[in-house]
């Protein structure tokens, strides 16, 4: 007698035959090849989704587009293209040791808090789930071995900004601004809550975090859930190219702390903001202040290296604070939290400390949100579904 799952054992025989025939019935239904899977107890999915070439592959596209323009525009205005982009992805690149030891340190003491009594395992266990075979995980590791090079096109290209499309949005932006605060400067109200030299100095140390937390952000999202992994990546991706390079030379524009330098006629709005900066900068040690006059001594002189270049609109600063809200949307209520009010300080800060104008986070977020969106949409529809992908588990491949 045939032995069917669910069919009791002391059941009439025609019991069986009728069972077997039901059951045959709904497998001719099924699409062809999928009775061997639900014969083999495959539950889950007789359908199997692409394989990671179908994020990592537009991924690597846009790092060499990126790098293409790079070359082209450094070339055609006398850049040495690679002796800068080598150093600024090598000055990336030291900062993931540091990140990474910081990182560990915080998950061991996490799960030491839980009284995991090996914290080491656990962390493996947990990092394992995330990882369900050998080409997600080279995916994940090429995917962050790029970004270094990403975003070293985006640095050379940011510098190349006014030479390629000399700024002309500041007035605009600036009158916006007013527009948008019922004819105020938003900097001065940024400045009547939080204007004494303390309160400036905090709010320039908070915004300066955002540097180190790039890679801390692309580490964590190289350990997320799969599909998480993949969103991120992609928009994280497209940000730098369309926010930073596409947006940054559609809108040129340099900012009201270069107003004065560029004689706008919206420069004297913006006098009495640097006035304020400079006091706490003699008190408190504002790296804004340090760092603008750096940044334009190297436009003007042509000092071509690691973090230099100027640009407004759209503020790259905001768009991957949104990035950090977006990806974390389905987090716990700390990590939403913090998520937002980081976001929201980095938007109070590029106003506060004159590097943006407050449309330029908006114009920023906006962009995100749309990139976010665009590249959801674009996994569903290549139908990227974790947990189903090809290839050899890692449990087979440690025990191999």
């Not at 042509?302 to 389905?330: K, Q, T």
Request: net charge positive; hydrophobic share 55%; charged share 10%.
């Amino acid at each position: 007698m045939n032995r069917i799952s669910g069919a009791s054992s002391f059941a009439p025989q025609e019991s069986c035959g009728q069972d077997a025939e039901a059951l045959a019935a709904v497998l001719a239904q099924l699409p062809q090849g999928s009775t061997t899977a639900a014969r083999a107890g495959d539950i889950t999915s007789t359908s199997r989704s692409p394989s990671e070439w179908c994020w990592l592959a537009p991924y690597l596209v846009v790092v060499a587009l990126l790098l293409t323009v790079a070359n082209v525009v450094g070339g055609t205005h006398g850049m040495d293209v690679w002796t800068i982009l080598i150093p600024y992805a090598n000055r990336i690149l030291a900062v993931a040791p540091a990140v990474i030891i910081g990182l560990l340190t915080s998950v061991t003491i996490y799960f030491m808090a839980r009284g995991e009594k090996s914290p080491l395992k656990a962390m493996t266990d947990a990092v394992r789930l995330r990882f369900e075979n050998l080409p997600m995980v080279a995916a994940v590791a090429v995917a962050v071995i790029a970004v270094p090079y990403a975003m070293g096109s985006y640095g050379l290209l940011k510098m190349a900004i006014h030479l390629v499309v000399p700024f002309y949005l500041d007035n605009t932006l600036a009158t916006a601004d007013r527009v948008l605060f019922l004819g105020h400067d938003p900097w001065r109200l940024t400045h009547a809550l939080f204007g004494d030299p303390l309160s400036t100095a905090m709010i320039d140390r908070i915004y300066v975090l955002w540097v180190p937390l790039v890679m801390v952000g692309v580490l964590l999202a190289s350990v997320a859930k799969p599909r998480l992994r993949a969103h991120f990546f992609l928009s994280f991706v497209l940000c730098w190219a369309l926010v930073g390079v596409a947006g940054a030379y559609g809108l040129s524009s340099a900012g009201p702390c270069f107003a004065d330098r560029l004689g706008t006629e919206s420069a004297p709005w913006f006098a009495p903001l640097m006035v304020q900066l400079s006091t706490a900068h003699a008190t408190h040690g504002v790296n804004a202040v340090f760092w603008q006059t750096v940044l334009w001594n190297s436009a003007v002189f042509g000092d071509y290296e690691f973090a230099r270049g100027i640009s407004a609109a759209p503020s790259m600063h905001n768009a991957v604070c949104m990035l950090y809200v977006l990806a974390l949307r389905n987090s716990s209520a700390v990590w939403r939290v913090g998520a937002k009010l980081f976001a929201a300080i980095v938007w109070i800060g590029s106003v506060h400390l004159g590097w943006h104008y407050a449309v330029d986070g908006l114009i920023a977020w906006a962009m995100m949100v749309g990139i976010w969106a665009g590249v959801g949409a674009y996994l569903d529809r290549v139908g990227y579904r974790p947990g189903r992908s090809r290839g050899t588990p890692i449990s087979s491949a440690a025990s191999a």
